[in-house]
């Protein structure tokens, strides 16, 4: 079975609750990510391995591929 991974996730500030669609790395997972509106710096919450994983609609494309 082939699955396809999808590479663009939304992202919610947990802060402003601002909303953006972002592009995934496909070959790391992305440790930080500054709100575009409040400047927040947003980090993993514990146990996730990226913020995608934490905050994002998708989750990233290592965790997509298991």
């Known amino acids: 079975m082939n699955k ?9 500030c947990p802060k402003c609750s601002f909303k953006k669609v972002e592009k995934m790395p496909i070959d790391s997972c992305m440790w930080f990510y500054e709100c575009t509106s409040c400047l927040t710096l947003l980090k993993p919450k514990e146990g996730d391995c990226c913020v995608f994983c934490s905050y994002g609609t998708v989750k990233c494309p290592s965790l997509q591929s298991i």
Do not use: M
């Open 4 to 12: 396809s991974i999808i590479l663009e996730s939304e992202i919610t």
